[in-house]
């Protein structure tokens, strides 16, 4: 079994029994919901150490599988059609017509996240001069709570921007936004102070748990997204120095079932087949009509016809998308022909099974999938882009580190003829990224960052798309419990 998620589902029971009767502005909980007692003991301590995972994973039921739709609905990638959670929940984003009202994603992202904060502040505050614990646990510990909490302020910025910055010295029940770039620092500041901390390797039995890996690839994504590109390019290859990762040969293995917790993994949210910490992201995708014993929501969650079509013929990622299967009424159906199978624009896109179909599920509802949040490939990735962009010229060691992820999906090399200039670069780097990383979530924040995002939705016709649409509205019932806090402007 996989450790944390044991630990979140004991983190949950936790949760109920000494939070379950607050919800203040930001979901700062006082702080003598936990007694002295039990966090002077290293079972306390690791229990809240749990639930700050729990928190900070993004897994399970509206976890990994809201944030990943969330951020490719929004762009040319995905589109849900049907459903009474999924499409209600998404119809609105994608096309841009969402408001600080519709928060059935946006606020329990908010909260979830402002919960691992709270989780790692107390714990924090409680490490360093615990009675118990020797100076080695001290230091993971304490490497976890900052990973942690630097983790949940980089996904509170990449969809709000500057948000109230709590610390364990926050003192305000009604605290102000920080900037962006005081967010921005901090985060940094927070991972580079975790990953020494860290370990370099966990056991088996710890998968799912924060290594020095971790914080340094959480770091240089976060560094990429602010274009701190040269620090993004040097934090790339500290991880690639680490000497722990590398590519696996076959691009379907990352994601099986049977080869979790596999070395090309750096960070990841742990599912498993257990409410509420399963993934349900497979129900939502499959055909209504698809042959299979698990539940089938047929919400028509789709990888848009457009995108598919980028992808070269002889790209093996593209193998885990479904294009074609014989319906439960023995119908065979073409996802890419409207002829062959059901008609309606809603019936005729491809669909993701980057997370493959768990048969064996103890609950048919939803499935024992990790969800990657970083990946050794994005590494190779973010070096390249960062060696490129501070540089302004195309180098033949970023061509390499391109080339070694094409090269995996069974495609050619790129050349410096293919490549001549930063701006072809950026096409190519765009694409790449697309077609490697569909169905984790890293979309938006890749088209925002070369300033395409927006452009991207009008050329798909969605007319209503605007520049504020880069950052999501805070949550209204958020603005609403705290007097000092500002919604984004154009909301």
Avoid at 124 to 131: E, N, R, Y
Wanted: aromatic share 10%; charged share 20%.
């Amino acid at each position: 079994m996989k450790l944390l998620n044991r630990y979140s589902v004991f983190a949950i029971v936790l949760l109920a029994l000494f939070i379950s009767s607050c919800e203040k502005p930001l979901e700062i909980e006082p702080k003598s919901e936990f007694s002295g007692a039990f966090l002077e003991t290293q079972e306390g301590i690791e229990a809240l150490l749990g639930s700050a995972y729990a928190n900070g994973q993004l897994n399970g039921w509206g976890g990994a599988a809201d944030y990943i739709a969330l951020n490719e609905c929004t762009t040319d990638m995905f589109r849900d059609y049907i459903g009474a959670y999924f499409n209600n929940t998404l119809r609105k984003y994608q096309d841009f017509s969402f408001d600080p009202g519709h928060t059935a994603v946006i606020q329990a992202y908010w909260r979830q996240n402002y919960r691992a904060i709270r989780d790692a502040n107390i714990l924090i505050t409680a490490i360093p001069d615990h009675p118990l614990l020797s100076q080695d646990i001290k230091d993971r510990y304490l490497g976890e709570a900052k990973f942690i909490r630097a983790t949940a302020y980089n996904f509170l910025y990449d969809w709000f921007g500057g948000v109230p910055l709590i610390t364990e010295t926050t003192t305000e029940l009604f605290p102000t936004r920080a900037t962006a770039q005081e967010i921005e620092d901090f985060v940094i500041s927070e991972l580079k102070a975790a990953a020494p901390l860290l370990p370099i390797t966990v056991p088996e039995t710890e998968f799912g748990r924060a290594t020095r890996g971790s914080a340094l690839g959480v770091l240089a994504q976060f560094q990429l997204n602010t274009k701190n590109w040269a620090d993004a390019a040097q934090t790339a290859q500290d991880v690639i120095n680490m000497g722990v990762y590398q590519l696996l040969p076959n691009y379907e293995d990352i994601f099986a079932l049977d080869n979790e917790g596999n070395n090309e993994m750096i960070y990841v949210f742990p599912n498993i087949d257990v409410e509420p910490v399963g993934n349900n992201w497979t129900r939502n995708v499959l055909p209504g009509d698809y042959p299979t014993s698990v539940v089938n929501a047929a919400t028509q969650s789709t990888i848009q016809i457009g995108f598919y079509n980028t992808f070269d013929e002889n790209d093996k990622r593209a193998d885990l998308i479904l294009t074609e299967y014989v319906s439960s009424k023995g119908v065979f159906v073409n996802l890419l022909d409207p002829n062959e199978g059901p008609t309606g624009d809603k019936y005729n896109h491809p669909r993701s099974l980057k997370y493959p179909i768990d048969e064996n599920s103890a609950d048919p509802t939803i499935g024992g999938q990790d969800v990657p949040y970083i990946r050794y490939s994005q590494i190779l990735l973010t070096r390249s882009e960062g060696l490129v962009m501070s540089s302004g010229t195309v180098s033949q060691e970023a061509l390499d580190l391109l080339n070694e992820v094409r090269n995996r999906a069974g495609l050619p090399d790129y050349t410096l003829t293919d490549i001549p200039d930063q701006a072809t670069f950026i096409d190519k780097i765009l694409a790449e990224r697309g077609w490697e990383l569909y169905s984790e979530g890293k979309r938006r924040p890749d088209l925002i960052r070369h300033g395409r995002f927006i452009q991207t939705a009008l050329d798909r016709g969605i007319t209503l798309a605007k520049p504020f649409h880069v950052l999501f509205p805070i949550p209204q019932p958020e603005i609403d419990a705290n007097e000092n806090l500002e919604q984004n402007p154009g909301y």
